[in-house]
């Protein structure tokens, strides 16, 4: 079965998702968390609270609703914004356990976690996203949501043989459906792949380049796939994506070959073919454009930094 674009690109990147931890909270309580060094989630499976990102104003987050966060900011969640909070990660560390409670536990129970991104492509995936972004609850697309996070407090709770794994892959489906929410036309995600993919008239294009990136193909082919004219579809892609078609497609190639270069022992010249490149010599003037070093260089010093 041909892979999609979202498959490919999160193979790529090499998402993991997994609950890290949570808690239970009622009265007047705050909690203050430091800046994640990836990106980051967090679900209210009970009750509400607000939730503060540094630079922002306070978000009201209701049951079942789903916060994101890419930016590399601290944020505070709490009861009241007014509520002065307690250093979270002193009180789990302190405690020694992954969910803690707060006060009576009775009017919020909030569970988080990570996404690990691969460190070479996973930028393909963080860019795509706006620094922070919640997602209600109550709408219809958020009712896969719901039954995810209904799973996810039973692996919790429950304590079931394989619940590790079990919320993992939980996680990871949670993390799909967020990013399947956002291809409806959110306006708040920037110009790139996402904002493309999620456009009903440019998806066409952008799966084929996905399916089949050594092809050589041409603006043509690619508009009359989106049963458009070529210069239209080349400015409604540019405005979409932020780049025009082929040179999404060049882009896309090298990230292809970054993958293969680090993890895969083939020669230059088979990943220059691998990607469509007619000549070693075309790809390493391409691939350095890209990323300022030649593919031997670049694999060397991910070598390199492998090792240390």
Known sequence: ?????????????????????????????????????????????????????????????????VGLLTAQRPYTVSSDPSVTPLDAMALFSGRGRSFVTLGDAADCSYLGGHVLLDPTSGTLLSEALPPWL????????????RWLLDELVTERTQRLPGNALVASQLAQLLFVQILRAQMNGNSRIPRGWLRALGDPRLAPAVQLMHEDPARSW???????????????????????????PLGYLARWRIHIACKALRDDDLPVASVAALIGYSSQGAFSNAFKRATGLSPSLWRERQAGANAA
């Open 134 to 145: 919640r997602i209600d609850g109550t709408t219809e697309q958020a009712g896969r949501f």
């Open 218 to 244: 041409h603006l043509d082919e690619l508009a009359r796939a989106c049963a458009m004219s070529r210069s239209s579809f080349a400015a409604r892609f540019t405005a979409t994506a932020g780049i025009g």
């Open 1 to 65: 079965m041909t892979s999609d674009a979202l498959s490919e690109i999160l193979h790529l990147t090499t998402v993991e998702s997994m609950v890290t931890g949570g808690f239970d909270a009622g009265g007047q309580w705050a909690l203050r968390f430091p800046a994640p060094k990836s990106i980051k989630f967090f679900a209210l499976t009970q009750g509400a609270c607000w939730t503060q990102i540094d630079g922002e104003a306070p978000v009201r987050f209701e049951e079942g609703d």
